[in-house]
């Protein structure tokens, strides 16, 4: 069976709380053998990165732009789109559940995709809207947690 493949969106530019989050977030996937998707670009995405591939994990960047060497640190498969925000709707596509922490209007635009596909979105610290998120959680590791869960209810949910 193929791992379970979660997304972390976010902020492009993240506090220090907020990025320490986003690398227990990232790390506690890594560990549990999940592909970390995100935007693969600084802040929330990169703190994911980092601590899902200090963790040895595997992280999916989808990027904006065309070029690979722009992808953050602890991107293990770069993937230029040269969509810039477009690529939005390819990193909820790409996953099976989703994680979002603080968030601005492109984080808004990830989870609103997120919904209309049906894909759990778990919000943590988050500053999305109320209804965007459909649950939120308190720490990094429960927010993680919960998102394996119900990528993993949806994969044994028939077709």
Same mark, same amino acid.
């Given at each position: 069976?193929?791992?379970?493949?979660?997304?972390? #969106?976010?902020? /492009?530019?993240?506090? +220090? $709380?907020?990025?320490?989050? !986003? %690398? =227990?977030?990232? *790390?506690?996937? @890594?560990? &549990?053998?999940?592909?970390?998707?995100?935007?693969?670009?600084?802040?929330?995405?990169?703190?994911?990165?980092?601590?899902?591939?200090?963790?040895?994990?595997?992280?999916?960047?989808?990027?904006?732009?065309?070029?690979?060497d722009?992808?953050?640190?602890?991107?293990?498969?770069? #993937?230029?789109? /040269?969509?810039?925000? +477009? $690529?939005?709707v390819?990193? !909820? %596509? =790409?996953?099976? *559940?989703?994680? @979002?922490? &603080?968030?601005?209007?492109g984080?808004?635009?990830?989870?609103?995709?997120?919904?209309?596909?049906?894909?759990?979105?778990?919000?943590?610290?988050?500053?999305?809207?109320?209804?965007?998120?459909?649950?939120?959680?308190?720490?990094?590791?429960?927010?993680?947690?919960?998102?394996?869960?119900?990528?993993?209810?949806r994969?044994a949910r028939?077709?």
């Amino acid at each position: 069976m193929r791992p379970l493949r979660i997304g972390i #969106i976010g902020s /492009g530019v993240a506090t +220090a $709380r907020e990025a320490d989050l !986003a %690398r =227990a977030a990232g *790390a506690t996937l @890594a560990r &549990a053998g999940a592909i970390v998707v995100c935007g693969g670009m600084g802040g929330v995405m990169q703190a994911a990165s980092e601590g899902a591939a200090a963790e040895g994990g595997t992280v999916v960047g989808i990027l904006p732009g065309s070029d690979a060497d722009g992808a953050a640190s602890g991107v293990t498969i770069p #993937i230029p789109t /040269g969509l810039g925000e +477009a $690529r939005n709707v390819l990193v !909820a %596509r =790409a996953s099976e *559940a989703v994680v @979002a922490i &603080a968030g601005e209007w492109g984080t808004l635009s990830e989870a609103a995709f997120c919904r209309k596909f049906g894909i759990p979105v778990i919000g943590l610290a988050s500053r999305l809207p109320e209804g965007v998120t459909d649950e939120t959680a308190d720490g990094a590791v429960e927010a993680a947690e919960r998102a394996l869960e119900l990528a993993a209810g949806r994969r044994a949910r028939p077709a």
